[in-house]
């Protein structure tokens, strides 16, 4: 896909996920192993019965997991994830927000590493760095 298309993709069915929004691609993967995805975050959220009640905030952990269904929506080739090498959360995130998520792909080795800048109207929400291997492939 090229262009500012914009294309719904659901989690994967392999493993349940804790963030019930579809990640919606920007821009798909260039040249330069740039892309850009989006996810709204909308109210009715599953996690925000619990985290907090009257005070609800969109957990790191679903932060990460938006970075990472954009990031394998975008992917250079089948992927797996190998591990999540960092997440530092700049701000918090909000029913009703909207997560711009810039993806940036370069080769890791046997893998691939993909940087994710999350960020909503307010600023930078977090940057997440995730590692990537074939499917089926050895853990570095």
């Known amino acids: 896909m090229t262009g500012t298309g914009h294309t719904a993709v659901a989690a994967p069915a392999t ?24 996810v709204a975050v909308t109210a009715a ?10 005070f609800p905030i969109f957990p790191g952990v679903c932060v990460v997991e938006c970075a990472h269904r954009a990031a ?22 909000y029913p009703g927000d909207v997560l711009d998520i810039a993806l940036a792909w370069r ?17 930078k929400a977090a940057s997440v760095r995730l590692r990537y291997r074939a499917p089926g492939g050895e853990p570095r």
């Open 72 to 93: 394998t929506a975008t992917a250079p080739g089948p992927a797996e994830l190998a591990a999540v090498v960092s997440a530092r959360f700049a701000g918090a995130v």
């Open 107 to 123: 080769p890791d080795g046997d893998g691939w590493r993909c940087d994710a800048t999350v960020t909503t109207e307010r600023g």
């Open 15 to 38: 493993r349940p996920s804790p963030v019930a929004g579809d990640v919606r691609i920007v821009s798909a993967r260039d040249a330069d192993g740039r892309a850009a995805a989006r």
């Open 45 to 54: 959220e599953p996690v925000f019965a619990g985290h907090y009640p009257d």
